[in-house]
């Protein structure tokens, strides 16, 4: 239990952060304000408490003064909330039936999946075997609060632990275990439903604001109807995690919070080496697209960024990456058609998997598509940069299966689907950013009505 209270503590200590020194305060609608900066909040505040906790103790041997320093945060941001709640906000807009229909639907869902969780859980608490080996298992060291921490970056632990991973889900975990003097298998399991709450809230809201309430409600269905998403949640993976932070620095940097975005994209590198590629790709694209943004990006990511490099090269520099034990005979790889093949049929496999029975989550994208219709002249900008970010994702995580030195099958076979998971919320967002919304459609005159006037001038 008191590790649950320290998760809590880390939530509220984000979202009142990202509502008192941001300016999402001025977002409508209400609910949607409030998903984002709940969501956004939630993602925040473990990330910050992570990079505290790893900072006092593993780095500096005080992880005592990890909780004092969260305490004070949290109190000043309290305190700055208290005041904020005396400033005007903007006006409320009415909620339309669809959209009272969608979030009905919406609950309804993650309430499914929430009774889906429990289920998972309590058959297999320690969650699936990366969760048990890698993620959990380092945090054990951390939250030791001695000489052993270190040995969750050691080359001793083997190539399969993967000790020079980012550490941020590991360090959140071990803050928790560490403060609550518990090492209890609820706090990793109600870390990964969090982000899972998170990841949902944030396209929802992010998408509300961008393009309407209905169209909004709709991302986060999708999202929510994601097999492999509910899949995945109960593993304890970091791949959820990463998902909500890329997902949550591309709309934030959409919704022109460009500060903002460069620390959940700094977040992301610090959660798993695919972050590390996230990263660079959002900083191309905001250069090349929103050039003004691309400063106070880097800005907003350079801490974390710089907290993430010195682990890479000062702590976890004797152990062997993917991407370098690959360099050896790379080129002859790239260059092998069969690799090519190989793996492009993975990709389109793993695709279709993402189903249960007859159902696949890109279904109601197409209903939503053939429904609406596109509507891509007025976001061109916005589109390009959620395209160019997807595709630029895509591509490097193609790259990186051809030119791997390890056995082409088994790298595909144990992590394709989660490579595909992460970008999944990517592309929901390009999807529904080329929509017409459901105001514009309804405005939008039929093909008949042209027909039916030329007719009445006619009898005239």
Request: charged fraction near 10%; proline fraction near 6%; hydrophobic fraction near 55%.
């Amino acid at each position: 239990m008191g590790g649950l209270i320290w998760i809590i503590s880390a939530v509220v200590t984000g979202c009142l952060s990202i509502y008192c020194w941001t300016d999402l305060r001025a977002v409508n609608p209400k609910w949607a304000r409030l998903l984002l900066i709940a969501g956004a909040g939630a993602a925040a505040g473990i990330g910050l408490t992570s990079c505290i906790f790893f900072l006092a103790g593993p780095l500096l041997k005080i992880p005592a003064a990890a909780p004092v320093l969260e305490l004070a945060i949290l109190a000043w941001a309290g305190y700055q909330s208290l005041r904020l709640r005396s400033q005007p906000e903007p006006s409320p807009q009415a909620r339309s039936h669809l959209s009272l229909l969608l979030i009905a639907g919406l609950v309804v869902i993650v309430g499914v999946g929430i009774a889906a969780f429990s289920t998972a859980w309590d058959l297999n608490p320690q969650g699936n075997w990366d969760a048990w080996a890698i993620w959990n298992l380092r945090a054990r060291f951390l939250a030791s609060g001695s000489e052993l921490a270190a040995r969750a970056w050691s080359p001793a632990l083997g190539a399969s632990t993967h000790a020079e991973y980012p550490l941020l889900l590991s360090s959140f975990v071990a803050r928790c275990w560490y403060l609550s003097q518990s090492s209890s298998s609820a706090v990793p399991a109600a870390t990964a439903f969090v982000f899972f709450l998170s990841l949902i809230a944030v396209v929802t809201g992010g998408v509300t604001v961008l393009r309407g309430p209905a169209l909004g409600l709709l991302a986060g269905l999708a999202l929510a109807a994601t097999p492999s998403l509910l899949r995945e949640v109960p593993a304890q993976y970091a791949d959820v995690p990463l998902a909500c932070y890329m997902a949550a620095a591309l709309i934030l940097v959409l919704i022109d919070r460009p500060l903002l975005a460069g620390i959940f994209a700094a977040f992301a590198a610090w959660t798993k080496d695919e972050g590390v590629l996230f990263l660079v790709v959002f900083l191309a694209a905001i250069a090349i697209v929103r050039r003004n943004a691309l400063r106070t990006a880097v800005a907003g990511a350079l801490p974390v960024l710089l907290l993430n490099a010195g682990f890479k090269l000062f702590l976890a520099r004797g152990n062997s990456s993917l991407l370098s034990a690959s360099l050896p005979g790379a080129v002859h790889r790239i260059f092998d058609p069969s690799r090519f093949a190989t793996v492009l049929s993975a990709f389109g496999r793993e695709f279709v998997h993402m189903s249960i029975g007859w159902y696949h989550p890109i279904l109601p994208l197409i209903v939503l598509a053939v429904a609406l219709g596109p509507d891509w002249n007025k976001h061109r900008r916005e589109i390009f940069l959620c395209a160019a970010v997807f595709l630029g994702l895509l591509l490097g995580d193609f790259g990186v299966y051809l030119v791997t030195s390890n056995d082409l099958a088994w790298q595909l076979q144990t992590s394709l689907n989660r490579i595909l998971l992460q970008l999944w919320p990517l592309l929901v967002l390009v999807v529904l950013l080329c929509l017409r919304t459901t105001v514009e459609f309804a405005a939008a005159p039929s093909p008949a009505a042209p027909r039916a006037r030329k007719a009445t001038k006619k009898k005239r």
